[in-house]
């Protein structure tokens, strides 16, 4: 009896084992496919003017208000952003002339911030590009064109690599790659005029989407195991329904809650909306204001 129990037994584990050979071998091929994949998309056709001292400053005030530095660094020369094997290993480039930005062209710079492609075609795999599609042709280029004066830094990180569980998580489509979860074929558009209104509020809003979801109401969308779901930031009672405009502002400017929580920065990153100005921030309170009431989002 003991014989045929362990008999079994073995046969059992080496199918276990044979089943687990085949799903990592596909994981393995199926990511390779996603992560090599290249994209064809054409370039927007924008150019970059001279920059002059007002450009520059709008550039870095939306690499501040947009999180270029919060991933990139204050110096924009990179950090370790994600290691979590075995999940990945992905650095946050180094955006100075020091590193593999020296040889963008003005294309490859438009396109791996708004299509989330690199130079050889392929995706970044960890990139908010999804973020930038809405921002309008001057705050691109204003973007794009302070980025490339930075001063050069030289900083080394281990290589990215994607490791089991991400590789399976990417095979599955759990994770999305970079130029995944972008709409290519959005149109360049202009901004309205900045004021304290809805209409300036909706376009500054934009950015906060690729986290709060497109209809703002939270929920876990993407992130690293142990990433929490972002808040709903529609006016209801389990958003932003008892915010008053003060509490908004301090959300934004202090990182707390009105019960005097302090938000986490690695996943709110109320550091950078402390630069927004006034009317930006007033203007995002407007819009917000005018959205429907919506529940809990997706994963709450």
Not at 81 to 89: E, F, Q, R
Not at 93 to 121: C, E, H, K, Q
Not at 187 to 205: F, I, K
Request: proline share 9%; aromatic share 10%; with cysteine.
């Amino acid at each position: 009896m003991m014989a045929k129990f362990i008999k079994w037994f073995g046969v059992a584990a080496l199918l276990l084992v044979f089943l687990v050979l085949v799903a990592g071998s596909y994981y393995y091929w199926k990511s390779n496919q996603l992560l090599d994949a290249a994209y064809d998309v054409a370039p927007i056709g924008l150019d970059l003017p001279p920059a002059d001292s007002t450009m520059l400053a709008r550039g870095r005030h939306i690499a501040i208000t947009h999180g270029c530095m919060d991933c990139h660094g204050p110096d924009l020369a990179g950090t370790p952003m994600m290691d979590t094997m075995p999940v990945a290993i992905i650095p946050a480039s180094n955006l100075t002339p020091a590193g593999a930005v020296a040889s963008y062209t003005d294309a490859d710079w438009f396109r791996a911030i708004r299509n989330g492609i690199g130079p050889d075609g392929k995706s970044l795999w960890l990139m908010p590009s999804a973020a930038y599609t809405r921002l309008s042709p001057s705050d691109l280029v204003s973007l794009i064109s302070f980025l490339k004066r930075a001063d050069p830094v030289v900083r080394d990180f281990a290589p990215k690599r994607m490791g089991p569980l991400g590789r399976m998580l990417v095979a599955t489509g759990t994770y999305k790659l970079a130029a995944d979860l972008v709409d290519h074929e959005l149109p360049l558009r202009a901004a309205p005029p900045a004021g304290p209104t809805a209409a300036y509020g909706e376009y500054v809003v934009y950015y906060c989407r690729y986290c709060h979801d497109a209809d703002l109401s939270g929920g876990l969308i993407q992130g690293p195991p142990g990433t929490p779901p972002s808040s709903n930031l529609t006016p209801s009672e389990v958003g932003l329904g008892d915010y008053t405009e003060e509490d908004f502002f301090r959300a934004l400017r202090e990182g707390r809650k009105p019960d005097g929580t302090v938000m986490e920065t690695v996943y709110m990153p109320w550091q950078a909306t402390a630069a927004m100005t006034d009317v930006e921030i007033r203007a995002m309170w407007e819009y917000l204001q005018t959205i429907d009431p919506l529940g809990a989002g997706r994963a709450n």
